[in-house]
């Protein structure tokens, strides 16, 4: 009885045996036939054999996938990954396209864009370039060769250069303001000084800021800055009109300043030593003449001379200018409390403008033009 128990246990056994290798057999065959198919339909394609063999890794890689992803929530964490893993190789690719510092110069000259120069910027923007302007001049010094001449010393600076951005008034960049903040000794008068900087802005609110340039020469710094008032200042004091301003009139000029410059022991700055200041342009009867007189220019230089031999302590300030980022059409300069100027460069033209095509009429010339070009239509 045993002995036919033992026999029918085996028979059971082999067939079992039998049976899952028939299986294995048949799926096996079942796997070789669509392998073969697909190579019979990758080669009508015209695909060669390395595509062959990625198509079938990429077939395995999947099967692995659909083993090892056992529940919905493995799903979900392999497709997070999975989405990661693609931004970090999209973002890797652009930066490959892109340098970094391209990135950083385009969302600077955006918000410059955006903000007036900086003259509306919010604090929050005023921060953000801050952060972005800090990371493109950490970038540069990172990379300048010790062979290449230094930024103040470079024929690169050399041109004309307007302000696209500045983190104070515009109108510090000119080598006037920045040798009146140097006369100032402690903590104290420097903040006193920028309060009444900030109070001038405001005095002049009436003012429009044009453009404001530096021209820079190897040895010479040149400082334009134009101004359109749509007001004439006191004409009620003066005359029974009551003219508040506003068309048909309005009032141009610029205030151009002059300096020598000279590098410093590092190249990376240059020493600032004022010369004059001039009123040029000025659209104003009559004033225009004497404003033009040579003799009329303020001589800072000659003025600061002389109260280095009167005024006991006293010495002509010579102002240090920085250059901490320089490329062929973007310099950003910092004075001597870090604050930000930004100047795209326009030509490598190193002449001051010509402000003697400017008539003396204020504007009523242009807006006349305007009306017979727009309205009347007379010839002339």
Not at 291 to 313: Q, T, Y
Request: glycine share 4%; net charge negative; with cysteine.
């Amino acid at each position: 009885m045993k002995i036919f128990e033992y026999t029918f246990l085996s028979l059971i056994l082999v067939v079992r045996g039998n049976a899952f290798t028939l299986y294995s057999t048949t799926r096996t065959n079942r796997n070789l036939q669509s392998s073969s198919l697909n190579r019979r339909f990758l080669s009508s394609d015209g695909i060669n054999d390395d595509d062959e063999v990625l198509v079938e890794e990429n077939s395995a890689f999947e099967e692995d996938k659909a083993v090892s992803i056992s529940s919905p929530d493995d799903a979900k964490e392999q497709d997070e990954t999975e989405t990661t893993m693609s931004d970090e190789l999209v973002e890797e690719e652009t930066s490959h396209r892109q340098p970094r510092h391209h990135h950083l110069l385009q969302k600077m000259l955006m918000t410059a864009s955006c903000t007036d120069r900086g003259q509306f910027a919010s604090k929050e923007q005023k921060q953000s370039m801050s952060e972005l302007i800090s990371e493109l001049e950490s970038i540069y010094m990172s990379n300048i060769s010790p062979t290449l001449p230094s930024p103040a010393a470079s024929k690169e600076i050399q041109g004309t250069w307007e302000l696209v951005y500045s983190d104070t008034q515009l109108f510090r960049s000119s080598p006037f303001f920045m040798a009146g903040r140097a006369v100032c000794q402690t903590e104290e008068e420097a903040q006193r000084y920028d309060w009444f900087c900030d109070m001038h802005r405001a005095a002049l609110a009436i003012s429009e800021i044009g453009k404001v340039r530096q021209i820079i020469s190897s040895d010479r710094l040149i400082s334009e800055f134009e101004v359109t008032v749509g007001s004439i200042p006191f004409l009620s004091d003066f005359t029974p009109l009551k003219y508040s301003g506003g068309l048909p009139f309005t009032i141009n000029g610029a205030i151009v300043s002059s300096a020598d410059i000279s590098s410093t022991q590092q190249g990376t700055a240059w020493e600032i030593f004022m010369d004059k200041v001039e009123i040029k342009g000025s659209n104003i009867p009559l004033l225009r003449s004497i404003l033009d007189d040579k003799r009329v220019a303020l001589e800072s230089r000659r003025l600061g001379s002389f109260l280095e031999e009167n005024v006991s302590g006293y010495k002509n300030p010579r102002p240090i200018f920085k250059t901490t980022y320089l490329d062929d059409s973007i310099r950003i300069s910092r004075d001597q409390d870090g604050k930000v100027f930004v100047y795209g460069k326009m030509s490598n033209e190193t002449n001051p403008t010509e402000y003697a095509n400017v008539d003396a009429d204020f504007g009523l010339l242009n807006l006349l033009e305007g009306l017979n070009d727009n309205i009347f239509k007379f010839s002339i």
